[in-house]
């Protein structure tokens, strides 16, 4: 298995400024430190961010924790870790063809299959390092989960969808 990534940072704006005049505030505004009222931005202020290698770690940690039986039979399989899904919201996505899929006959010289974690999305789900890490890891086992066939209709039963 290889971890690859593919970057470009982009980082939210997290307040904007909205008045110089004293007057009562507003449940999403805070006091600026010159005085001035600020307006919070309730769609990026829940965003932990984390390194680009820290993300990676966590992946690989994420990785490392499958059990032997489950990762010692994995195959031709490459890790991703992108910025964003181009026009989706996914926290990750697996491109290939699941094992139960394949056959010795219909399955040679093909690229390996991807799963790719989307950086953005699951930092901006989350409000510590911790929650990144558990999402993380549950994100890895829901794409590894399609390596092995499993649908998400089954996945959701299950509770990893």
Partial sequence: MLVATRRQVRLP???KQLTDGPRQRRRNEVAGPTG???LCD???AKMFIVTN???EELAAEALASLPPS???VMENVAIIVEEEAQGRSLFGLYEGIPLTKRG???YSGVLPDRITLYQSAICRYCDSEEEVKNQVRKTVIHEVAHHFGISDPRLEELGWA
């Fill in 36 to 38: 001035r009222t600020l």
């Fill in 53 to 55: 290698e820290r993300f």
């Fill in 104 to 106: 010795p006959m219909s």
């Fill in 13 to 15: 704006r997290i307040r």
């Fill in 42 to 44: 309730r769609y990026a």
């Fill in 70 to 72: 489950l990762s010692s």
